[in-house]
């Protein structure tokens, strides 16, 4: 229903309608929260984004992919710097080229998802990921995330990048958390954050 409607759109429409679609995903990968994606079913071009925007994607066996747009005359271009990111430049261009349907495993050879599990057990999986996040310390999660995207984007080998690393190590340490941290591992308990 939604492509019927988008078909008769005029450019004005189709901007703020994409615009909201990229929103969407930048959200997601910017969420300072682990984002977690469980795929069960068919993510076929926006799905295809929302799966590579998430910090942890895991597949049920039987899950099925593509960026079918060219199919349909256009081209994955608000998804394109998830999905590259995720799947690296060269399988991009072929599953762009393609889009041909690909299965779970090889989803996860490419990158765009880390685990593959039984249909059956994904939820359980799921639950068990979300169990293994609310271990760590919330601001330094998203600190963590902040951190890959600066790895990222600084050039590589050059002391602005050492800095900003240094720094933000040094950061963490002196925060209340990294100091709860440290000193909940050195005393052998949990940290104040770790309900139970």
Known sequence: NWMQRAASYDEERNRADARALELMLRTLDECPKPVVALVNGAAIGGGVGLVAACDIAIAAEGAQFATSEVRLGIVPAVIAPFVVRAIGPREARRWFLTAE?????????????????????????GAAMTAELLKGGPAAQAEAKRLVQLVRTMPQGGSILAEATVAMIADRRASDEGKEGIGAFLEKRRPGWVEG
Do not use: N, S
């Not at 989803?107 to 994904?122: F, K, M, N, S």
């Open 101 to 125: 349907r690909f299965g779970a495993e090889e989803a996860r050879r490419i990158g765009l998802v880390h685990e593959v599990v039984p249909a059956d057990r994904l939820a359980e999986r």
